[in-house]
């Protein structure tokens, strides 16, 4: 079943082993602290790529439920469902991330004027009715149907909410945060990028190693009942 | 034009049946009156009209709700959507009726709960009424489309707020804002985007909710 040009799962973690060990350095021996945060603000290169990894697992879940629905191929359901899987693991992390961020810069753990962290809230919310769905109905090709249909509203969703948040400030809470100052070259680029491959690239390996699985686990409850 | 028809044939199914039956719209109206009795006494003595205009949308969503749990109820009971799906019409066509439907009901609750809103709380402005006319709907779109959902998982009843209450978010947004802001243009133009958004979802998918 494994396509040819794939890398094999030991290849990817290790890799995802040495891209994370090197952002770590980046971000804690390499990376200047910040002018007027000092050394807290370095949450934010794993918070925001996190995030990114995130919002990247929810739009692969997405795409693999739009598979499923055209071409109707059952593996494409369940790798959507590993995918959303996946992203909700990475939204709780964005959501303690930046509670932990929020408590240290401002001396709150929630601030409904972060954008970021309301939409993560609200996409939490979201994607738990998801599970909620997907296990409320019994396996096969309706609950697959369902699954692809609501991830599928999931990704309209993302920016609905996030326009909505914008949108909402104004007469929730006036006051705009600025997170960092213009001043995003340089060491700080390059740690952000490599953090943001790392963590990519370390989400892809678990969602590998959950579909690989999820998969022997079907397989061996096929065996078992043949 | 066999869509136009097909659609007002299922939709006037369903106003008869409740035209007979009654079984949702006094249901909603007794509770969004009852829900503003509530909100009187769980607002304190001298809190804001502002207070008072979020709860009225907490109303709104929330009697929504009661509808949309019954939309499909019919359809499950007497086994009606699988005649629906074998008859020789677009699936969408269900969706499209059903919303008009349970829109129809959202409507008339509302026709009598916003006056009475405005009666025990404060006045209404007409961008209020606006942001409720187009949130309803968003409301009755995506809700129609996530009950037809719910009704045929286990968890049935149990779900659909789960599913619904994420995506309402938006659209108590916009329909805060169209009411609180000086500005509403703004915000009645981002309902409408919500409904367009959403409603072409619904309209390209509900196929896939009913058929297996």
């Known amino acids: 079943m494994a396509r040819p040009y794939r890398l094999s799962l030991t290849s990817l973690a290790l890799a995802s082993a040495v891209l994370v060990t090197l952002a770590l350095v980046l971000v804690f021996y390499v990376v200047p602290n910040d002018a007027s945060q000092g050394f807290s603000q370095r949450i934010f290169y794993f918070h925001v790529s996190i995030a990114f990894t995130a919002y990247a697992c929810f739009a692969g879940g997405a795409w693999k439920a739009l598979r499923y629905l055209w071409k109707r191929d059952s593996r494409a359901d369940l790798e959507s469902y590993v ?26 753990w929630w601030l409904w004027s972060e954008d970021e962290l309301v939409l993560f809230l609200v996409l939490f ?42 949108i909402a400030k104004s007469f929730v809470h006036p006051q705009v945060f600025t997170l960092h100052g213009p001043n995003f070259g340089g060491w700080i680029l390059v740690a952000y990028c490599v953090a943001q491959a790392a963590l990519l690239l370390f989400a892809l390996t678990l969602y590998r190693v959950e579909l690989a699985g999820k998969r022997l686990d079907m397989r061996l409850r096929e065996l078992r009942i043949a | 034009m066999t869509y136009v028809a097909d659609v007002r044939a299922l939709a006037r199914k369903d106003l008869l049946l409740e035209l007979r039956a009654r079984d949702t719209l006094p249901a909603m109206l007794l509770f969004v009156v009852a829900t503003f009795v509530v909100f009187h006494f769980s607002l304190p003595a001298h809190s804001s009209q502002l207070a008072a205009s979020g709860l009225l949308w ?78 309803d709907l968003g ?30 978010i938006p659209i108590v947004v916009g329909g805060v804002g169209a009411g609180v802001a000086s500005a509403p243009g703004g915000y009645l133009g981002f309902l409408a985007l919500y409904d367009l958004l959403f409603g072409l979802l619904c309209w390209a998918t509900f196929e896939y909710v009913v058929t297996e």
């Open chain 1, 125 to 166: 919310l979201f994607y738990c009715a998801y599970f909620m769905l997907r296990f409320s109905v019994d396996p096969g090709p309706q609950r697959a149907s369902f699954s692809a249909v609501y991830a599928l509203f999931g990704v309209v969703l993302i920016p609905v909410s996030f326009l909505a948040i914008r």
């Open chain 1, 83 to 108: 995918a959303i899987h996946q992203g909700v693991i990475f939204g709780v992390l964005v959501l303690l991330t930046g509670s932990i961020w929020a408590k240290i810069s401002w001396g709150h």
């Open chain 2, 139 to 168: 409301i009755c779109a995506v809700g129609t489309f996530l009950g037809a959902m719910a009704v045929a998982t286990r968890a049935r009843d149990l779900l659909l707020p789960l599913l619904f209450l994420p995506l309402a």
């Open chain 2, 58 to 135: 907490v109303a709104i969503v929330f009697t929504a709700l009661l509808g949309l749990g019954r939309a499909f109820v019919p359809e499950r009971e007497q086994r009606t959507l699988d005649g629906l799906v074998l008859a020789p019409c677009d699936r969408s066509a269900i969706w499209l009726a059903k919303s008009i439907a349970t829109l129809a009901f959202l409507v008339a609750a509302e026709a009598v709960a916003l006056p009475v809103f405005a009666l025990f709380f404060h006045g209404l402005r007409g961008a209020t009424v606006a942001g409720v006319v187009l949130a």
